[in-house]
């Protein structure tokens, strides 16, 4: 009789145990995952009970999902468009807009007017035209002209601070009075008016190093009415 009490229990047990162990994890409850690089990652359990994908934390060079770099931060600024420089972005334009260097332009099919240059909204404290830059964020005007970049005809070493002017004949980004003592709006061989920008006014090389010592000389150029600094 005692046996059978011992075994009907046991039975019992059995029972609600398997009655409880659905397969189901907890909520908030993270467990370790291999990677498919061997390295090991964390999952973490949904609402409904089920585990989510693995995260690969240890390393972010071939992870099962995108871990974004915890060490980045997102650089916007003036930006309301384009890259963030973490891979995200600072926002999209409208329809029949285009992000020019941050900003959404209006560029209407036929309309002649479309600079491919940034020439609005300069950012203060930031490097002035015709200084040596890396990225267009270092620059007033956000926009850094390397080598090889569209209408680029003074400077084939280093990137130079710049913008926009006088774009395909229209009048967007004309120079002051002001402005016109210090630069001069290149004009771009092969009429290519979206790629006009703002080169340095020069007399002599020494005019040049005082804007930034890494220009060489200053020169009449393709694309140019007047001297203008050059690095060569």
Known sequence: ??????????TLALGLLAACDDGKCKEGESQTCTCANGNTGERTCRADGSLAACVCVTDTSTPDVFVPDSGCVPECGGWVCGDDGCG???????PGYDCTYGLCTLCPSGSGTCCDYRYTEPQTGLKKIGEACESDRECEYQVCLK??????????VFGFCTRGCDCKGGSE???????????????????????????????KPEDCAAVDPGWTDCQLVDGATEKV????
């Open 1 to 10: 009789m005692g046996r059978r009490l011992a075994l009907g229990a046991l």
């Open 147 to 156: 080598p090889g970049d569209g209408g680029n005809e003074t400077n084939s």
């Open 173 to 203: 980004g004309q120079l002051t009075p002001a402005e016109e003592a210090l630069y001069v709006c290149a004009l771009v061989p092969g009429n290519k008016g979206g790629w006009r920008h703002v080169a340095v006014r020069c007399n």
């Open 88 to 94: 995200g972005s600072c926002g999209e334009c409208n």
């Open 229 to 232: 600094c050059v690095a060569r």
